[in-house]
């Protein structure tokens, strides 16, 4: 029987086929039921775009001290080294090392038994001068009665007159010698010439000391009032002299000064600064530095100064008058162009540059901008001319409730984008109108 064969392949194409079009099929009936891309969705709601949220800042007009700030160096307004003025050795130390002491408290004893002997021996050659001048004063008054009677010559008369005006020159002498040993016997005890502060006593009982050492028996610093020498540049002179009055004032210009260890404390408004008064002018200016010396003085009852501290000086000089205030963080930087971001009434965002004048603390004091308007401080980074915004108060990071929009963080990625501004916290006043911080111009 013959039997007939049919090809195998054809069968298993037919079906890869038929398999291959049911699977198109499914493919265009998928990307038919696929939703739309956003762009079209949002193109078919007409192109609004979401508000930006930011905090902004109103513009505020205030009276704005402008101060100029400088480092100084706590010096002592009298400083003394004392030394002995007789040679000797030390009886006895009465002052401890460090000791406050005040003026014309004794502080050491020198053994002045030879000075005591001198002052002794001076009395006694006084008491000689005046018994021969005593003699030599009737010898001349009888002379005086022979000349009368012609019983001597006129010179013998003229000799003892001279006698005489020369014994009253050798007890007048004696005189002086008497009160010089005095003197030198007074050196014996040595007092205080000041009231401060006893630095470290060198010597000690039975310590052979002479005038002319090289080291003092201890130094004393006078403490309250104390001072302070700092340099301000020499553009700022004529502000110095004009906030003291006039050149010719002796009082000086009023000086606030940051208490040693508190400083932060002290910008924060928990501690009051020290004040006290500019007391001298140098009358040169350092052609090496372009400066000029200043020193003032001011109390110190509390001992909060020591001689040789490092601090910080801050001295108004004048007031701008209804100065317009914003946040240096809402400044936009580019190059030497300074910009901020107004928000108009329809809530539109608008760049209007804006020129700075001086800094505030947080704030800066700017020209271009009228009082109660609003400028963005956090989120202009996502801010373009014209966008819409959603504003809320701005509020400094250090403020009570701590949900201020002025965070650090924030304020970095605004500067980031060409923002300028310190980090929050200096005492810079929010929108609720707290006092701003005074102006500052760094003296070099």
Same mark, same amino acid.
């Given at each position: 029987?013959?039997?007939?064969?049919?090809?195998?392949?054809?069968?298993?194409?037919?079906?890869?086929?038929?398999?291959?079009?049911?699977?198109?099929?499914?493919?265009?009936?998928?990307? +038919?039921?696929?939703?739309?891309?956003?762009?079209?969705?949002?193109?078919?709601?007409?192109?609004?775009?979401?508000?930006?949220?930011?905090?902004? &800042?109103?513009?505020?007009?205030? +009276?704005?001290?402008?101060?100029?700030?400088?480092?100084?160096?706590?010096?002592?307004?009298?400083?003394?080294?004392?030394?002995?003025?007789?040679?000797?050795?030390?009886?006895?130390?009465?002052?401890?090392?460090?000791?406050?002491?005040?003026?014309?408290?004794?502080?050491?004893?020198?053994?002045?038994?030879?000075?005591?002997?001198?002052?002794?021996?001076?009395?006694?050659?006084?008491?000689?001068?005046?018994?021969?001048?005593?003699?030599?004063?009737?010898?001349?008054?009888?002379?005086?009665?022979?000349?009368?009677?012609?019983? /001597?010559?006129?010179?013998?008369?003229?000799?003892?007159?001279?006698? &005489?005006?020369?014994?009253?020159?050798?007890?007048?002498?004696?005189?002086?010698?008497?009160?010089?040993?005095?003197?030198?016997?007074?050196?014996?005890?040595?007092?205080?010439?000041?009231?401060?502060?006893?630095?470290?006593?060198?010597?000690?009982?039975?310590?052979?000391?002479?005038?002319?050492?090289?080291?003092?028996?201890?130094? /004393?610093?006078?403490?309250?009032?104390?001072?302070?020498?700092?340099?301000?540049?020499?553009?700022?002179?004529?502000?110095?002299?004009?906030?003291?009055?006039?050149?010719?004032?002796?009082?000086?210009?009023?000086?606030?000064?940051?208490?040693?260890?508190?400083?932060?404390?002290?910008?924060?408004?928990?501690?009051?600064?020290?004040?006290?008064?500019?007391?001298?002018? +140098?009358?040169?200016?350092?052609?090496?530095?372009?400066?000029?010396?200043?020193?003032?003085?001011?109390?110190?009852?509390?001992?909060?100064?020591?001689?040789?501290? &490092?601090?910080?000086?801050?001295?108004?000089?004048?007031?701008?008058?209804?100065?317009?205030?914003?946040?240096?963080?809402?400044?936009?930087?580019?190059?030497?162009?300074?910009?901020? &971001?107004?928000?108009?009434? +329809?809530?539109?965002?608008?760049?209007?540059?804006?020129?700075?004048?001086?800094?505030?603390?947080?704030?800066?004091?700017?020209?271009?901008?009228?009082?109660?308007?609003?400028?963005?401080?956090?989120?202009?980074?996502?801010?373009?001319?014209?966008?819409?915004?959603?504003?809320?108060?701005?509020?400094?990071?250090?403020?009570?409730?701590?949900?201020?929009?002025?965070?650090?963080?924030?304020?970095?990625?605004?500067?980031?984008?060409?923002?300028?501004?310190?980090?929050?916290?200096?005492?810079?006043?929010?929108?609720?109108?707290?006092?701003?911080?005074?102006?500052?111009?760094?003296?070099?």
């Amino acid at each position: 029987m013959t039997t007939t064969s049919r090809p195998v392949g054809l069968p298993i194409a037919a079906a890869c086929f038929v398999g291959l079009a049911l699977l198109a099929a499914c493919n265009r009936q998928g990307s +038919d039921d696929a939703p739309k891309p956003a762009s079209a969705a949002a193109s078919g709601a007409g192109g609004a775009r979401p508000a930006v949220a930011v905090s902004v &800042y109103t513009a505020q007009q205030r +009276d704005v001290p402008v101060t100029v700030e400088a480092a100084g160096t706590v010096v002592a307004l009298d400083s003394v080294d004392v030394r002995p003025q007789l040679s000797g050795t030390i009886a006895e130390v009465l002052v401890r090392d460090g000791a406050f002491v005040k003026r014309g408290q004794p502080l050491f004893r020198i053994d002045d038994r030879a000075e005591r002997a001198n002052a002794d021996k001076a009395r006694a050659q006084l008491l000689r001068d005046q018994a021969s001048l005593a003699d030599l004063e009737r010898q001349w008054k009888r002379a005086q009665e022979l000349r009368e009677q012609n019983f /001597i010559a006129q010179s013998a008369a003229d000799t003892a007159r001279a006698n &005489y005006e020369s014994q009253k020159a050798a007890v007048a002498a004696s005189m002086a010698a008497v009160r010089s040993a005095d003197v030198s016997t007074g050196f014996g005890t040595i007092t205080s010439p000041l009231t401060g502060r006893a630095g470290a006593v060198n010597v000690h009982r039975g310590t052979l000391v002479q005038p002319g050492g090289t080291t003092p028996l201890v130094n /004393i610093n006078q403490i309250d009032p104390i001072g302070i020498n700092f340099n301000v540049p020499e553009a700022q002179l004529a502000a110095l002299l004009n906030a003291a009055g006039g050149p010719s004032r002796d009082d000086g210009a009023e000086v606030s000064v940051v208490v040693p260890g508190s400083g932060e404390a002290a910008r924060a408004g928990v501690l009051p600064v020290q004040r006290g008064r500019v007391v001298f002018v +140098d009358n040169a200016v350092d052609t090496t530095t372009g400066t000029i010396r200043v020193k003032a003085a001011l109390p110190n009852a509390q001992q909060q100064f020591w001689p040789g501290q &490092y601090v910080t000086v801050r001295m108004t000089t004048r007031t701008m008058p209804g100065a317009m205030v914003i946040p240096q963080a809402a400044l936009i930087i580019k190059g030497t162009e300074r910009s901020v &971001y107004v928000v108009k009434p +329809d809530d539109t965002a608008e760049l209007r540059p804006v020129r700075t004048t001086l800094p505030a603390g947080e704030l800066v004091v700017v020209e271009g901008l009228k009082a109660g308007e609003k400028v963005i401080v956090d989120g202009k980074q996502n801010v373009k001319p014209g966008s819409k915004v959603r504003a809320t108060p701005y509020q400094p990071a250090g403020s009570d409730d701590g949900r201020g929009a002025g965070k650090p963080g924030r304020a970095a990625s605004g500067a980031g984008r060409g923002a300028s501004g310190p980090s929050a916290g200096n005492g810079a006043s929010g929108p609720a109108g707290a006092p701003v911080a005074a102006a500052t111009q760094a003296a070099s």
